[in-house]
RNA sequence: GGGCCGUUAACUCAGUAGGUAGAGUAUCUGCCUUUUAAGCAGAGAGUCGCAGGUUCGAAUCCUGCACGGCCCA
């Protein structure tokens, strides 16, 4: 269906009522988008500054505001009316009389819609009720709006709606936009508290001739001029691995990863992750500098260190919880080292619980399901878990006592992997044997195994300081401290197959 | 991929043991100079997600499909 067809179709009697509307004030010669109006002011500080001032002294105030913002609700009473109007910082109640504007301008304005954005001038004053209020001296059309809002009461509902026309969704659920305004904050907040440790923010390919630092499925694309195969990031961590190498000793990048996968309360296929790396530093000291990370972060966005998420009140106040992978295995999983290290029983019991075993799949692998299934969902407070085994995690150094182990933690909080680190593996011969290993496994048919990457190995044999490095979702820690339930909830605009 | 649920006016929602499709908000008209989910009186507004089937008759029952939600994988 072509676009015109499309537009045609949801027209509706109330659209083209205002779009005659519109052609009307244009035959009178007002401008329906004219770019002239100046706002002078927001209007969350005029309520701030004058809220708590009597009717006489902002009498005596003598000042005019100039604010502009959207119609929000109209209640009209023949010569007078009251409405608010809403810019980005809050709204204010305007109060218009047909004495005070003149007739000609109040017979203009009682035309104006909800959802129309108009510049008003006027001083404050204080209603019956002790609403401050702008007493509107002059108000014009600033852009005209030829679509109704949803109801005024209960707001748009409907959860597709609210993703597919986020903009409607902004406009009408005032905590919608919160939430984004604290997404933007926690960010900052991270790059601040980054900037103070002496980190570096970088910024690595995006479009990647081979995927790596993460097992996941990449999407790929195709760069004409060069008429080569790229894919789309999984990860940045081999990129800004080869930094530290380059001489760089603390970096980072926020930024979005792709991975081609299902979508669900937890996935978006595109979604926001930072990677820091940290030479001369281990895991042990990436659990510190988390555990500060989160409780600090808690504390600034949510104003404590224990904070409601769903029906729990998780609490962010370190030092956290520490089990080792097997112990977590042992006593959360309730399992038995019988259990979990013979392979065909270990295999039986994914299965028995309802998981898929790969043919030809690694024990550690089989474990990491077990641990899916019985240890991460119920990881409500905080917990590191530490020491996977080295199958599970190629780009790890390998614990000095075991070599089967490796010196990586994961994070976990309500349920969900919030954190990903480890002391990085900077011996090339070793990291060209797990490499081989994943080829191997990728031969084998594991999609998600990782690809060779010869030019990461020679940037390891000119010499990688030792370093820490982890991964935290964004998009989850979000989550968490908006107490979302869902990504999508957390995502501007989330991923959806297109309609019609 | 599987299971369950949803899709009715612009929005929020009712609805029928199968028998002419409803409310509130919004819109339009009228009245109204301190309202704030303003009020009162009146009016207009719907391919009941799409396509088939059963039936004299389907928004309602059946099948398939689309989109979405939740859960599982």
Sequence with gaps: MSTQQKSHQDENKLIQARKEKAQQFLKQGIPIYPNKFRKKHDIKPILEQYQTLSHEELEELDRVFIVAGRIMALRSFGKITFFHIQDHSGKIQVFAQKNILGTEKYNIFKKFDVGDIVGVKGPLFKTKTGELTIKAEDIELVTKSLRPLPEKYHGLKDVELRYRQRYVDLIVNPKVKEIFIKRSKIV??????????????VETPMMQPIPGGAT?????????ALDMQLYLRIAPELYLKRLLVGGFERVYEINRNFRNE???TQHNPEFTMLEFYMAYADFTILMELTEELFSSLAKAICGSMKIPYGEHEIDLTPP???LSFYESLEKIG?????EYQDYEKAKALVKKLGEKVVEGEKLGKIQAKLFDLLVEPKLIQPHFIYHYPTEISPLSRRNEENPDITDRFELFISGREM????SELNDPFDQRQRFLEQVKEKEAGDEEAHFMDEDYIRALEYGMPPAGGEG?????LVMLLTNSPSIREVILFPLLRPTG
């Design 188 to 201: 900052r907040f991270i790059r601040s508290f980054l900037d103070e440790r002496g980190f570096l923010e």
């Design 216 to 224: 996941a499925r990449p999407f790929i694309t195709h760069h004409n």
């Design 262 to 264: 299902g979508i669900s």
């Design 320 to 322: 956290w919880e520490k």
């Design 334 to 338: 309730n399992l038995s080292p019988a």
């Design 419 to 422: 954190a990903n680190a480890f």
């Design 472 to 476: 935290i979702g964004i998009d989850r």
